[in-house]
């Protein structure tokens, strides 16, 4: 995460100039660097080029499953012969071929591994960093007892499920957060302050800095709230069940509208209001323990919210100490997309203005 961040802070002191810039897609770019060395192991270079062509697939598919979610009248048949059924294939060529080779590498790497005595590889390994640095692709193959357990297609699916479920919603995340400190300046210059007595010289938070920044905690949790990146999710009921005076049959499916649970008043006085003091321990008690779902509940919750609360504190931080941030949209103006995941329609148009 710091590597890819001082690849981040290194574009956005290009674009120091005080002329709005998005800076949606670069973040982008930077969550898919981290989200695939960590899935794969693999730098697939999105800072450094995104026309490469699994990164113009990723985006491509991050278009059409939306669209093709919302028209679910659509049949399979109609959908094929369209424009968007056509590109959706060539793309899911290239992300399946792409994630086939990194498989079959990154076993051939296992296998000539385990071939090895376990000393030497052992002392070749602590010369490499290799075992630093296993991947989550790494550790399903070695679950995986050569396709007994997971088959290849079972590893595929897992590793695509993290690239996309882990890129999209911390983008969306970061940059709702630093459209409401562009708003905010008395907020932001809070969490500067903060942030300068944790990291003191560097530019980029350690990993064990993270725990320190409490108030960067409260912020990231107060834009959640208002800005949810997952704005609903969708259940089937498996029993029959009373809500006030509905009924609702077993088999039917259900919308869980997180953002309307957000910026109720009801749990929420002045929810328009972004009130990071919302989220100190003191503020918390007495709260409702599912008023506050961003990463769901239950069985089937996110399993990427520490990576996604490390990702975003890394990232964050570095930005803020660096810049000052001002936003060129009020939040109140900015329209959403609605989209698998939250979205300003403009992107996240802002000024950076080098502080040291
Ligand atoms: C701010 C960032 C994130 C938010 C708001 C978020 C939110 C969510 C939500 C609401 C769900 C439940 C979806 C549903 O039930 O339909 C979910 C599931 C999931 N998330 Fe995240 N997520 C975030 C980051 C991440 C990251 C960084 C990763 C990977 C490292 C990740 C991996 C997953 C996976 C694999 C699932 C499916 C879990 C399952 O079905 O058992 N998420 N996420």
């Not at 949606?24 to 981290?34: A, G, M, S, V």
């Not at 399946?96 to 296998?111: A, C, P, V, Y």
Request: aromatic share 8%; charged share 25%; with cysteine.
């Amino acid at each position: 995460m710091e590597e890819k961040t001082k690849i981040l802070l290194d574009i956005l002191d290009k674009k120091t100039d005080g002329i709005s810039y998005n800076i949606y897609q670069d973040i982008t770019h930077c969550t898919l660097d981290i989200i695939c060395e960590t899935a794969m192991g693999v730098n697939v270079n999105a800072m450094s080029n995104p026309d490469n062509e699994f990164i113009q697939a990723v985006y491509t598919m991050s278009d059409i499953i939306p669209w093709k979610m919302s028209r679910p009248y659509i049949p399979e048949f109609i959908f094929n012969i369209l424009p968007q059924g056509y590109k959706s294939r060539h793309a899911l060529k290239v992300l399946h071929g792409f994630s086939e080779n990194i498989i079959s590498s990154r076993k051939k790497i296992l296998q000539n591994k385990s071939s090895r005595s376990e000393k030497e590889s052992s002392d070749a390994d602590e010369l490499f960093g290799i075992k630093k640095r296993l991947s989550l692709l790494d550790m399903l193959l070695e679950a995986s007892e050569d396709g007994k357990i997971l088959s290849d297609a079972d590893i595929r699916e897992e590793v695509d499920t993290f690239v996309f479920e882990g890129h999209d919603t911390t983008t969306s995340s970061i940059s709702w957060t630093l459209l409401l400190l562009g708003n905010n300046p008395e907020i932001q210059e809070k969490l500067y302050q903060e942030i300068k007595e944790v990291l003191q010289d560097k530019s980029i938070p350690s990993f064990n800095n993270l725990p320190e920044l409490k108030y960067l905690e409260c912020v990231i949790k107060e834009s959640l709230r208002m800005f949810p990146s997952v704005p609903f999710i969708i259940r089937t009921i498996e029993q029959e069940i009373q809500i006030d005076q509905y009924k609702i049959p077993a088999g039917t499916d259900i919308l869980l509208h997180i953002y309307a649970l957000h910026n109720s008043p009801e749990y929420y006085p002045n929810p328009d209001v972004f009130d990071p003091d919302r989220f100190l321990p003191e503020n918390c008690v007495g709260r409702h323990p599912y008023s506050y779902i961003p990463f769901s509940a239950g069985p089937r919750n996110c399993i990427g919210q520490k990576f996604a609360m490390y990702e975003e504190k890394t990232i964050l931080a570095s930005i803020i100490k660096r810049y000052k941030v001002t936003a060129m949209e009020k939040i109140k103006d900015i329209k959403v997309i609605p989209d698998i995941v939250l979205r300003p329609i403009n992107g996240v148009l802002v000024t950076l203005q080098r502080r040291e």
